[in-house]
């Protein structure tokens, strides 16, 4: 079993910075492929941000040059670091894991808690 404890969320002005972490345990992490997501009211679930086990990363259109995710290996850490944010940005917050990205982008593997992040205008 995979555990994911995220960081807390936050709130923050159009324009501003968060930086959110996940903390996995229960599984060599070199071997996961992590992502995150997030999910608005009235809205489907949907991929923010990718890392494979090879450090390839992947993200949605909108959030391309504001956010960056990474991953301490040593650590068992994933971040995202989140730029120039935007009130469309707002949403809960969901980092996961799973050991194919197939699986993971289908939904499946494990899930941390989430989080929300209020951007505000």
């Known amino acids: 079993q995979v555990q994911l404890v995220e960081s807390e969320g936050g709130s923050v002005q159009a324009g501003g910075s968060l930086r959110r972490s996940c903390a996995a345990s229960?599984?060599?992490?070199?071997?996961?492929?992590m992502g995150w997501f997030r999910q608005a009211p009235g809205k489907d679930r949907e991929r923010v941000a990718t890392i494979d086990t090879d450090g390839s990363t992947s993200y949605k259109d909108s959030v391309k040059g504001r956010f960056t995710i990474s991953q301490d290996n040593a650590k068992g850490t994933l971040y995202l670091q989140m730029n120039s944010l935007k009130v469309e940005d707002t949403a809960m917050y969901y980092c996961a894991a799973d050991l194919e990205m197939t699986s993971l982008l289908l939904g499946f593997g494990y899930w941390g808690q989430g989080t929300q992040v209020t951007v505000s205008s």
């Open positions: 229960g599984y060599p992490y070199s071997s996961l492929c």
